[in-house]
T-cell receptor, first 112, second 114 residues
């Protein structure tokens, strides 16, 4: 059974810092891994999708990596801004299912 | 912003009542999945519909049911509401039901059961 864990649960950093959010999964037979952003009380915005054959994906200041052998993915945010404040969720899809299994998220606050 | 729309945005119901939540999928998408997100938790998979048929179900009781229509829009119905059903309900649409497809989420419906 796939389980997804995110560390840390919460993070508060000053503007301009580079930061790393971590996501661990127990079943390495994943098909892809997706990172989402969620603003308070809102839906999910897809940030990056990494397929199992890929090692990383980049979009602007965001870079996500995937290491299936160690069961880890990281989301790197460069030069953080107050507008990056949100909860970041990772979700894995295993080969034997087509449902997203989510972590509990990392709540990020970037202060000016 | 995605093309997935959900209605209503907020809803208050009394314990024991029934509720219907609606989702319009993104244009061209034939698959809709529903998730429940309790406060402070990650979303939990309820079920998925692909071309009007249920295509997978999570660990939710039968009082959670759904439909998908020919235009691929979908409904989530919950009977005999309980206090623990209070949550954000999220709908996601995708093109195809396979594991490689990217899911796009709507803004959610906040359900409060009192």
């Amino acid at each position: 059974k796939q389980e997804v864990t995110q560390i840390p649960a919460a993070l508060s950093v000053p503007e301009g810092e580079n930061l790393v959010l971590n996501c661990s999964f127990t079943d390495s037979a994943i098909y892809n891994l997706q990172w989402f952003r969620q603003d308070p009380g809102k839906g999910l915005t897809s940030l990056l999708l990494i397929q199992s054959s890929q090692r990383e994906q980049t979009s602007g200041r965001l870079n996500a990596s995937l290491d299936k052998s160690s069961g880890r993915s990281t989301l790197y945010i460069a030069a953080s801004q107050p507008g990056d404040s949100a909860t970041y969720l990772c979700a894995a899809i295993s080969y034997n299912t087509d449902k997203l299994i989510f972590g509990t998220g990392t709540r990020l606050q970037v202060f000016p | 912003e995605t093309g997935v729309t959900q209605s209503p945005t907020h809803l208050i119901k009394t314990r024991g009542q029934q509720v219907t939540l609606r989702c319009s999928s993104q244009s061209g998408h034939n698959t809709v999945s529903w998730y429940q997100q309790a406060l402070g938790q990650g979303p939990q998979f309820i079920f998925q519909y692909y071309r009007e048929e249920e295509n997978g179900r999570g660990n939710f009781p039968p009082r959670f049911s759904g439909l998908q229509f020919p235009n691929y829009s979908s409904e989530l119905n919950v009977n005999a509401l309980e206090l623990d059903d209070s949550a954000l309900y999220l709908c996601a649409s995708s093109l195809g039901a396979g594991p490689g497809t990217e899911a796009f989420f709507g803004q959610g419906t906040r359900l409060t059961v009192v």
